[in-house]
């Protein structure tokens, strides 16, 4: 299996060249392509280093691939704040990472067949390898004014939509699979819920009217 990873980056956080995209780790194994913004990762990036994480850089970026490597993916997930869309890709196992955050606010597209995967923040950075023709469903419902595609697909035939939070995993030889990992009910304290329940009940009874004669 042949893995080529390219990025066009926007340089705001630590603009120099140590900063750039695809981004690997000091021992060569991960690499990381990411497109987002991580707020407050200051705090982050000073854990890591009291674990004995060593930066090369001041970049979000190298914070969130030293995350995924020293915590775990899901456990990383839940710690980082922010807009992402991003792909881990494991050189020793020949395995790729693949998650969006969990409002959807960056964009994660793929494509799955047996001769080849792809994944890219936009349709377009996939027209070199794969010809994109107009998925006649997606274009159908939005003519019946669904206003967008259905579920997980694209304007694009074979083109799926990553879900807001979603993750997807694929190895060496292997489809991809896809999962939830992040969800807005994580975001949610059930007490504060509650009792914001109770106050628009009592609301909604203080506000009717009687009928009667």
């Known amino acids: 299996m042949g893995v080529a990873l390219a990025h066009t980056r926007l340089s705001l956080v630590d603009p120099r060249e140590r900063s750039n995209q695809p981004m690997w780790d000091a021992t060569g194994r991960y690499c990381l392509v ?3 913004e991580l707020y407050g990762y200051q705090s ?8 004995g994480v060593r930066f090369r850089t001041t970049s979000d970026t190298e914070v969130l691939l030293e995350a995924l ?3 775990g993916v899901e456990e990383a997930l839940d710690r980082v704040d922010g807009m992402f869309a991003f792909g881990l890709y494991d050189a020793r196992r020949r395995s790729l990472v693949l998650a969006r955050d969990r409002f959807g606010i960056k964009p994660l597209f793929i494509h799955d067949d047996p001769t080849q995967f792809l994944f890219a923040s936009s349709v377009d950075a996939m027209r070199p390898w794969l010809e994109l023709r107009p998925d006649p469903l997606t274009v159908s419902a939005y003519l019946h004014g669904f206003n967008g595609p259905t579920s997980g697909r694209s304007f694009y035939e074979g083109v799926q939509i990553v879900p807001p939070g979603g993750l997807v995993r694929i190895e060496l030889g292997g489809r991809a699979r896809l999962s939830q990992c992040l969800t807005l009910n994580e975001l949610v304290d059930p007490e504060e819920a509650a009792e914001l ?3 628009t009940a009592t609301s909604a009874s203080s506000t009717r009217t009687s009928r009667g004669p």
């Open 44 to 51: 982050l990036r000073e854990e890591l280093a009291g674990r």
């Open 69 to 71: 490597i020293h915590l």
């Open 34 to 36: 990411y497109n987002g």
């Open 197 to 199: 329940g109770a106050s």
